[in-house]
Each structure stands twice: as structure tokens, then as C-alpha cells.
């Protein structure tokens, strides 16, 4: 089955608000075997709904679209839709029930007029009854089997009507003819540019063939998502497995691990096999590498502490470098990450310890150490491994990519020889 999205709403496109529903849409039709071949996002304005809506119905039959149920004037998309498909807007005596029930148990009783409008529904449409909010969803056919789908924008509503009403009817609609998935797999990658990694992958991406392969890079590296289009499940299953496989091989030391993996989940098992306990000491990431370990449950059998060193008088204080080391070669510098290091094994007790030191701008930069200048350390034991960088991006972009060095720094130390 292939259909198209259509995602609603003027802070769309003003950038105020990111379009993840109709990522999640993309994810959870995919895995059911749903091809999206289009996604458009429009305003809130009759006149675009309708054009976008009728558009994806003449190319397809079928569209989802998201926004524009609410009970204010610039919620739309329940009329336009009705009009398309040439049917009134009946009265729904039980969802009235239902809503007025709701603001009732809420206690926020008389129910506004305004919400009795989510009542009327285009005539014939099946409801999708929506427990975590007033509008609910909507499933409208015709003879000519064009299908719309229209669910509330709110991305928690969204999420559970497809989950409990929408994937099922997907799945039944399609049930007659052959299981044929969309499904992808990712094979994570850091510490490598994409054109680097690229060089690596080029003399086996025909090869995996019939699957396509893309490369997604961010602030913390570049993923392989490589994709299997309307295959059978274990066809595609099977191609998949051997494709993650090969790029993983040929990514060798850059890869880490596979489709959402934390690097420093992978970074707090390895120190669990070894028996080391961890402590950070930062500077500029300003406690992100902390932040990226603690985020993971159960890091505290492993994590011990970490201190945000960002004046020189606390890296003297709390971590004891020398203040002839700062003197000498500066906060920024192999000299001083290395006694950060050091100096975070001796205030936590700990056998094992990540620093970070840098420049993350705007301001502060020199020839000798622009902007995007860290230095990172990594010890284990008595083994300290130094590493200097300089970073592409804005403060916020430096500052996510040390972190996320820092901890691939420690995993490559604690990887098996």
C-alpha cells in the first residue's frame, strides 16, 4: 500500500514547532508495510488543505493527514476533507456524549460551544476514538476507495490513535495480498567524516543491493541506514542482517553499534566487563559527558561523580593541576586535560576517568587555538590517551561533539586489543 502524508499547521512552516509527527508516521507505517512516497506540510488556510488533500488522493488514493481538529477557527482540516469527499457534517450524538463526559470528569463543566463542534463528523466516517484528548481521529472512504486519515496534530494523540486504531485497519486492508515490509537497519558510526567513511563503504554499496543505503551524519557521527523496500519480512530480514554485518566490518573502529544505541550505554558496559568505576572532569562541555552517562539507567553502579571544572581556580582546587601547568601551557591544552584526567581519578577514588578541556565560542579564539579547540583525555589506570580536536559548528554544536569524542575515546581504550 502506498499513501501520502500531509502534516497541518502555519508553526510548521514558520519553524516554531519541528514536524515530528510525520517522522513518527514515517516510522510506524513502514514497519507495517506501508510505502509513504510524500509528505507535505501546508498552513492553517482552506485553500491549502484542500489542494494538498486532493492532491494526494488523485496521486495515491490514500493520505494521512495530522492538525487542524481542534475546536478553534483555524482548525480546518475535518470540513475541507468533507467537502472533497462531497459529504455533510453530521452531529455525532455519541461522541457529544462522550466529550461533555470528559469535560465533566476534568471539571471543567458547562463544556465550551466551541467543542461541539468536534461532535460533527463528515457523514458515513468511522470514528477513532481518542482517549487522551477531545478531537478524535477520523477514517473516511469512498466507492471509489480513496481513504483519508485524520488525526489530531497533538504528537501524543497522533501516536496513540495510529498505534490503537489506524496501523490495525492498515493491516486488515492490505491483509489479502502478499506480506510485503518496509524496514531499515542502522549501523552507527563515530569519529569519522562522512567522506572519509564513504571511501570506506564505496567499494561495497552496489553489492547490497537490492537494499539502499544512506548516510545520515549529525554532531555525534554519521549513520548507515541501509533499507529494504516491499520484500517479504523474512527476505528482508535476511538482507538486512548481512548488510549491517559488512558495514560494520568495513567501518571497523568508528562503528559502535547498531540502530538507536547510546555510545554511552556502550561506553558503561565495557567499563562494567573491565570492573572500573568512572569519574568525569569538564570543562567546556560544561557537565554534558555526566549528563550523556547518567542519562542511562543503571549508570550509578559504575558512575561515581564528575566536577564541571570550568574556572581555572576549580581546576586547581578541586583537580590540582599545577598552576604553573595552566601558566605555562594554558586551560586548553595537552598538559592541563591530562592533569584534569588525573586529578578526577584522585577526588573520585575512581580507576578510570574522562576530561574535557576547549574553546567553545563564539568568543575567545586565536590563531593558535580557534574556536572549536578541545583537548579530551581518557585513563584508565595509569594509561592516559590524549586526543586534540577542532571542531566544526556553533557553541552548542562543539560543545555535543567533545562529549560525545570524550566518551569514544574511553571505549577505544577499553576495547579488546
Same mark, same amino acid.
Given at each position: 500500500?502506498?499513501?501520502?502524508?500531509?502534516?497541518?499547521?502555519?508553526?510548521?512552516?514558520?519553524? *516554531?514547532?519541528?514536524?515530528?509527527?510525520?517522522?513518527?508516521?514515517?516510522?510506524?507505517? &513502514?514497519?507495517?508495510?506501508?510505502?509513504?512516497?510524500?509528505?507535505?506540510?501546508?498552513?492553517?488556510?482552506?485553500?491549502?488543505?484542500r489542494e494538498a488533500i486532493r492532491d494526494a488522493l488523485e496521486r495515491t488514493g490514500a493520505v494521512i493527514t495530522t492538525g487542524g481538529l481542534g475546536p478553534t477557527s483555524d482548525d480546518m482540516t475535518k470540513t475541507v476533507v468533507a467537502a472533497l469527499f462531497g459529504r455533510p457534517l453530521v452531529l455525532d450524538a455519541a461522541l457529544l456524549a462522550a466529550l461533555e463526559a470528559r469535560f465533566q470528569r476534568m471539571g471543567?463543566?458547562?463544556?465550551?460551544? =466551541?467543542?461541539?463542534?468536534?461532535?460533527?463528523?463528515? =457523514?458515513?466516517?468511522?470514528?477513532?476514538?481518542?482517549?487522551?484528548?477531545?478531537?478524535?481521529?477520523?477514517?473516511?472512504?469512498? &466507492?471509489?476507495?480513496?481513504?483519508?486519515?485524520?488525526?489530531?496534530?497533538?504528537?501524543?494523540?497522533?501516536?496513540?490513535?495510529?498505534?490503537?486504531?489506524?496501523?490495525?485497519?492498515?493491516?486488515?486492508?492490505?491483509?489479502?495480498?502478499?506480506?510485503?515490509?518496509?524496514?531499515?537497519?542502522?549501523?552507527?558510526?563515530?569519529?569519522?567524516?562522512?567522506?572519509?567513511?564513504?571511501?570506506?563503504?564505496?567499494? %561495497?554499496?552496489?553489492?547490497?543491493?537490492?537494499?539502499?543505503?544512506? *548516510?545520515?551524519?549529525?554532531? *555525534?557521527?554519521?549513520? +548507515?541506514?541501509?533499507? =529494504?523496500?516491499?520484500?517479504?519480512?523474512?527476505?528482508?530480514?535476511?538482507?538486512?542482517? =548481512?548488510?549491517?554485518?559488512?558495514? &560494520?566490518?568495513?567501518?571497523?573502529?568508528?562503528? *559502535?553499534g547498531d540502530e538507536d544505541t547510546d555510545l554511552a550505554a556502550v561506553v558503561l558496559d565495557a567499563l562494567r566487563k573491565g570492573r572500573h568505576r568512572l569519574g568525569v572532569a569538564e570543562s567546556c562541555t560544561g557537565g554534558m559527558v555526566a549528563e550523556r552517562v547518567t542519562n542511562i539507567?543503571?549508570?550509578?553502579?559504575?558512575?561515581?561523580?564528575?566536577? @564541571?571544572?570550568?574556572?581555572?581556580?576549580?581546576?586547581?582546587?578541586?583537580?590540582?593541576?599545577?598552576?604553573?601547568?595552566?601558566?605555562?601551557?594554558?586551560?586548553?591544552?595537552?598538559?592541563?586535560?591530562?592533569?584534569?584526567?588525573?586529578?578526577?581519578?584522585?577526588?573520585?577514588?575512581?580507576?578510570?576517568?574522562?576530561?574535557?578541556?576547549? %574553546?567553545?565560542?563564539?568568543?575567545?579564539?586565536?590563531?593558535?587555538?580557534? @574556536?572549536?579547540?578541545?583537548?579530551?583525555?581518557?585513563?584508565?589506570?595509569?594509561?592516559?590517551?590524549?586526543?586534540?580536536?577542532?571542531?566544526?559548528?556553533?557553541?552548542?554544536? %562543539?560543545?555535543?561533539? &567533545?562529549?560525545?569524542?570524550? +566518551?569514544?575515546?574511553?571505549?577505544?581504550?577499553?576495547?579488546?586489543?
Amino acid at each position: 500500500m502506498k499513501l501520502e502524508i500531509v502534516t497541518i499547521g502555519t508553526e510548521l512552516l514558520l519553524g *516554531y514547532t519541528l514536524d515530528s509527527n510525520g517522522a513518527e508516521l514515517g516510522r510506524a507505517l &513502514a514497519a507495517a508495510g506501508v510505502e509513504v512516497v510524500r509528505r507535505t506540510s501546508v498552513a492553517d488556510r482552506p485553500e491549502l488543505i484542500r489542494e494538498a488533500i486532493r492532491d494526494a488522493l488523485e496521486r495515491t488514493g490514500a493520505v494521512i493527514t495530522t492538525g487542524g481538529l481542534g475546536p478553534t477557527s483555524d482548525d480546518m482540516t475535518k470540513t475541507v476533507v468533507a467537502a472533497l469527499f462531497g459529504r455533510p457534517l453530521v452531529l455525532d450524538a455519541a461522541l457529544l456524549a462522550a466529550l461533555e463526559a470528559r469535560f465533566q470528569r476534568m471539571g471543567r463543566w458547562p463544556m465550551p460551544v =466551541a467543542n461541539r463542534g468536534q461532535a460533527e463528523v463528515p =457523514a458515513g466516517a468511522t470514528v477513532l476514538p481518542n482517549p487522551r484528548g477531545t478531537a478524535p481521529g477520523l477514517w473516511l472512504e469512498d &466507492a471509489r476507495g480513496r481513504l483519508a486519515v485524520l488525526l489530531p496534530g497533538v504528537p501524543r494523540e497522533m501516536r496513540g490513535l495510529v498505534v490503537d486504531e489506524v496501523l490495525p485497519r492498515l493491516i486488515e486492508r492490505t491483509a489479502a495480498a502478499p506480506r510485503r515490509v518496509i524496514r531499515s537497519r542502522t549501523v552507527r558510526t563515530t569519529g569519522i567524516p562522512e567522506s572519509a567513511l564513504a571511501e570506506r563503504v564505496g567499494p %561495497i554499496e552496489t553489492t547490497l543491493a537490492p537494499l539502499t543505503l544512506a *548516510y545520515l551524519p549529525s554532531v *555525534y557521527g554519521v549513520d +548507515l541506514r541501509v533499507t =529494504a523496500w516491499d520484500l517479504g519480512p523474512e527476505e528482508a530480514e535476511a538482507l538486512l542482517d =548481512a548488510a549491517g554485518r559488512r558495514l &560494520a566490518q568495513v567501518a571497523g573502529e568508528h562503528y *559502535y553499534g547498531d540502530e538507536d544505541t547510546d555510545l554511552a550505554a556502550v561506553v558503561l558496559d565495557a567499563l562494567r566487563k573491565g570492573r572500573h568505576r568512572l569519574g568525569v572532569a569538564e570543562s567546556c562541555t560544561g557537565g554534558m559527558v555526566a549528563e550523556r552517562v547518567t542519562n542511562i539507567p543503571g549508570s550509578s553502579d559504575t558512575f561515581i561523580g564528575g566536577v @564541571v571544572a570550568y574556572a581555572d581556580v576549580i581546576k586547581t582546587a578541586a583537580l590540582k593541576v599545577p598552576l604553573e601547568t595552566l601558566a605555562a601551557h594554558g586551560a586548553v591544552s595537552e598538559a592541563t586535560v591530562r592533569a584534569m584526567a588525573e586529578g578526577a581519578q584522585r577526588l573520585f577514588s575512581v580507576d578510570s576517568s574522562i576530561a574535557v578541556t576547549g %574553546i567553545a565560542g563564539p568568543g575567545g579564539g586565536t590563531p593558535e587555538k580557534p @574556536v572549536g579547540t578541545v583537548w579530551l583525555a581518557a585513563r584508565v589506570h595509569t594509561d592516559t590517551r590524549v586526543v586534540h580536536r577542532v571542531f566544526p559548528g556553533d557553541r552548542d554544536e %562543539i560543545r555535543r561533539r &567533545a562529549a560525545q569524542a570524550a +566518551l569514544d575515546l574511553l571505549r577505544r581504550q577499553l576495547a579488546p586489543a
